[in-house]
């Protein structure tokens, strides 16, 4: 074979590769993304609870969207 085999040209890896790059290059604003959301559904949370209804749903994502949070950032998971 004329090229190492993770080199092996196929549409397949160049389809992943650019999607892995593509991935790599917006993940600096996915995360900003990802904390306004979570600042946001903790303000609802509030709201939630001020008003007494239950949020369940908005406080599952939440712990979600920290826990992502916290391993890109790279600390412990405050949820765990």
Partial sequence: ??????????????RDKRESQGLLALAPELLEMLRRGADAVS???????????DCYPARYWWQDADRLIAKTEGRPDANA
């Fill in 1 to 14: 074979m004329p090229y190492p085999d993770s080199e092996y040209p196929s549409i397949l890896r160049g």
């Fill in 43 to 53: 303000a609802l949370e509030a709201e939630c609870d001020e008003h007494g209804i």
